[in-house]
């Protein structure tokens, strides 16, 4: 990895301290973050954070509890401080952009408290021009248990916000007042319509999982709730608690870089075999249906197939083991040689990726990884995975750098939402933690899954196409638009669908498989890749509409989605100046024949061009715009 780091050791203090607050200035001076031992006149740890000079977290506590032992909030003293400036650009092995900047302003104050025994600990604080960030260090020469948090997100209105209370969840715009027990985050509150803020964590790796409880006493005080106690034997520092700070909510999305910043950089030393890509699902379970998705997947520029659950017996019965195909009779009859197709695969340059659920993992994992490195699987997916607990969240982060220690690949299912690690890990390509089209969300929530859940990273969408929910979801057209807004470095492609050649099978999961037609609309699916130069959320309002355009070397790819009616322009100057483009038009024409009823139009662009964009009903569009040579 390429980078530049600037870090300023800074001469004489920069921190304003007043009494018993501490204050720290973004970079750009526009946030504030006050940090107080003084709140209600008993050395109570609190902090405030404003913008612009407007409040956006009013005072609220910090501190941790603990078991046997009083909290660690009152009666402190400040003992020192320390800070520094950090202005750094990186390069990811992959992602939304190309390069990374990480400027921030960091302050560690040390506390004591005054009663015995006089306990240490630290704060560690960082603003940055997006938002603020802070973590617990504490030091112990015994075991300790975190009970809880008392770290709060107090209010001054009841703002409108998103709700829903598990990764998976439909969502509902609701307010601070109606925030359920267990609200999922990144939680998206707008302030007004020129602020919006964003809350969650960053860097979990073995902690127990934080949501937001509504406070008992206080209806507009958000509690960060843990998923359980936290155990530690020695020091320890905690996941990073964050506000993510902006003028709407497309550029909240458009810096969710922020949540990487809080992670530690790449540890995989040489990640030369890790590759995003395209996927399609294998869903016979059979050798035909294999070798049919592997020659589909060479001829339309897709690099992976993927068997899912089956391929191993009843992913639910505890004797099902990961170790040898047996394929689950209740999913398909068979048969299946699962290693003539990861050759055939291999010959045509399309790997293969094996689904392992959390039963047969728990039991298996050290045996199942370098099994499949020798079969020449390039990568996993985890499926129905614990999540929540410490030991369940520490179990699952070691799986990801196993995998990494046999590379292989990995995408996580289920309830598990991403907190930057695929920085560190980047095997990590991919996650669930969203309602995706295996549950047929239409455009509306996925217009508000776009600007809440994408803050936390990669999404596994399970993108369909030829399937009849597409029609129940909104339109072919918005199909594609959604692949290049909903950003995953593995996109599967296809989900309910089969290519020509794969088996019709009479009951069993590939029986309701809709057959891929080789249709022009194809072309898109073929072009469009997984990872990105550089990205811009040109327009968005949650759960209406939005608009985002992705670079991938000198080509343009915008993805528009609405729900209701919309007509707009759409200025194309994020183009290079002075250089003529072709844009491909994919959209919805109801009067067409034919399934997908969409019409592909060429036109000559370039960055003085303005589109006047009319869109229908729960539909979208989406463009590939090249240059012209």
Avoid at 476 to 505: E, N, T, V
Wanted: net charge neutral; hydrophobic share 40%; with cysteine.
């Amino acid at each position: 990895m390429n980078k530049i780091l600037l870090v300023l050791c800074l001469v004489g203090s920069t921190l304003i301290i007043q009494a018993k607050d501490i204050k720290i200035l973004s970079p750009d001076k526009k946030t504030e973050l006050t940090i107080s031992t003084s709140l209600k006149n008993e050395n109570e740890l609190s902090y405030a954070i404003s913008h612009l000079g407007s409040p956006i977290i009013a005072n609220s506590p910090l501190g941790l509890e603990f078991e046997n032992e009083r909290p660690l909030s009152k009666d402190l003293t400040v003992v020192s401080t320390k800070e520094k400036m950090v202005k750094e650009n990186w390069k990811p092995l992959y992602g939304e952009k190309d390069s990374y900047l990480d400027h921030y302003k960091e302050v560690t104050i040390q506390f004591k408290e005054g009663k015995m025994p006089y306990r240490l600990f630290s704060l560690t604080a960082r603003v940055y021009n997006e938002g603020v960030a802070f973590k617990y260090n504490i030091l112990t020469n015994k075991a300790l248990t975190i009970t809880g948090e008392l770290t709060g997100f107090r209010f001054t209105k009841d703002y409108s916000s998103w709700l829903a209370g598990n990764a998976q969840a439909l969502y509902r715009k609701g307010s601070i007042s109606k925030t359920g027990k267990g609200t999922e985050r990144p939680y998206v509150i707008e302030m007004d319509q020129n602020c919006f803020i964003a809350l969650g964590e960053a860097a979990l790796v073995d902690h127990a999982r934080m949501k937001f409880n509504r406070s008992p006493k206080d209806s507009l005080l958000l509690i960060a709730a843990l998923d359980g106690n936290a155990v530690y034997k020695t020091d320890f520092s905690t996941p990073w608690r964050y506000v993510m700070i902006a003028e709407s909510a497309g550029k909240l999305l458009e810096n969710n870089s922020f949540i990487l910043n809080l992670n530690q950089g790449n540890e995989i030393k040489d990640p030369s075999w890790i590759k995003p890509g395209k996927v399609i699902r294998e869903v016979t379970l059979t050798t035909i249906g294999g070798k049919a998705c592997i020659d589909f997947a060479a001829k339309h520029n897709l690099q992976y197939v993927e068997f899912d659950a089956g391929w191993y017996g009843h992913e639910y019965d505890n004797t099902s083991s990961a170790l040898a195909v047996n394929v689950d009779p209740s999913r398909s009859p068979g048969p299946l040689a699962l290693q003539e197709v990861i050759a055939y695969g291999k010959s045509k340059g399309v790997g293969v990726i094996l689904y392992v659920n959390q039963r047969a993992l728990s039991k298996e994992l050290d045996a199942i990884l370098p099994l499949f490195r020798s079969w020449g699987v390039k990568g996993m997916k985890y499926g129905f995975v614990n999540v929540g607990s410490q030991n369940s969240t520490s179990w699952l982060h070691e799986a990801v750098r196993k995998a990494a220690d046999h590379h292989l690949m990995v995408d996580i299912h289920d309830e598990y939402r991403p907190t930057g690690y695929s920085r560190t890990y980047p095997n990590l390509l991919t996650q669930e933690g969203i309602r995706g089209e295996e549950e047929s969300p239409d455009n509306h929530q996925v217009l508000i899954t776009m600007f809440t859940r994408m803050i936390a990273g990669a999404g596994d969408f399970t993108n369909c196409y030829f399937a009849p929910r597409v029609n129940e979801m909104g339109s072919h057209a918005s199909q594609m638009a959604k692949a290049i807004c909903i950003y995953s470095p593995w996109q599967f492609l296809y989900w309910y669908d089969r290519p020509l050649g794969s088996p019709i099978q009479k009951g069993g999961a590939g029986s309701t498989a809709s057959v891929i037609t080789e249709l022009p609309d194809l072309s898109f699916y073929d072009a469009v890749p997984t990872v990105w130069n550089d990205t811009k959320v040109i327009a968005g309002k949650i759960g209406e509409h939005g608009t985002i355009a992705r670079r991938n070397g000198g080509d343009w790819y915008v993805g528009t989605l609405t729900d209701k009616p919309i007509s707009f322009a759409l200025p194309l100057d994020f183009l290079a100046k002075n250089k003529s483009y072709e844009a491909t038009i994919y959209a919805d024409d109801m009067a067409l024949p034919g399934p997908t009823k969409i019409v592909i139009k060429k036109m000559k662009v370039d960055a003085s061009t303005v589109l006047n964009i009319d869109l229908l009903e729960k539909s979208g569009q989406a463009m590939v715009i090249r240059p012209i040579k």
